[in-house]
């Protein structure tokens, strides 16, 4: 599997989510030798959790399961970049390579003034890059944009 393969599943892990009726977004979490360890959907809106986030919640999952030395071979793919919040968790939990598809400026675009998205303009890169630690960062890949937007129709009004 690719890059892309990993993504088009976080983008069936936020249909998931969106049908469970929660915020549209999903990730998972790669082993070294490309084995899906993890998937996880938002929570925040059925559960009032207001780290609910897929990524800080797969992070946090996570460090519960395995070492900081094996997380750092891990990849967490998500369908959009992480915010400022998923970002921090990723770093503390250790893991090593993050990928995106769809960038926080397209998210914005798409949400806009939604009170369960105020979005920040605040890239993971730039985040990351204050820590200590190089996590490689993957994205966005444009050409799957349409499917990842897709899910999201409808969904914020």
């Known amino acids: 599997m690719d890059h892309r393969d990993y993504l088009r599943r976080a983008v069936e892990v936020s249909r998931q989510s969106r049908a469970h009726g929660n915020t549209p977004f999903g990730a998972i979490l790669v082993g070294p030798d490309g084995e899906i360890l993890m998937e996880q959907e938002n929570i925040e809106v059925t559960d009032h959790v207001c780290t609910g986030h897929a990524e800080t919640t797969l992070a946090q999952r996570a460090s519960e399961t395995y070492d900081k030395g094996f997380l750092w071979d891990c990849t967490l793919y998500t369908t959009a970049e ?76």
């Open 82 to 157: 992480p915010c400022a919040m998923c970002a921090g968790a990723i770093y503390w939990a250790n893991i090593g390579t993050v990928v995106y598809a769809l960038t926080e400026k397209k998210l914005l675009a798409m949400t806009g003034d939604n009170e369960q998205n105020p979005t920040f303009d605040l890239p993971c890169r730039e985040v990351f890059a204050k820590g200590q630690k190089a996590i490689q960062v993957v994205g966005p890949f444009e050409d799957l944009a349409e499917e990842v937007a897709e899910v999201h129709q409808g969904y914020w009004k």
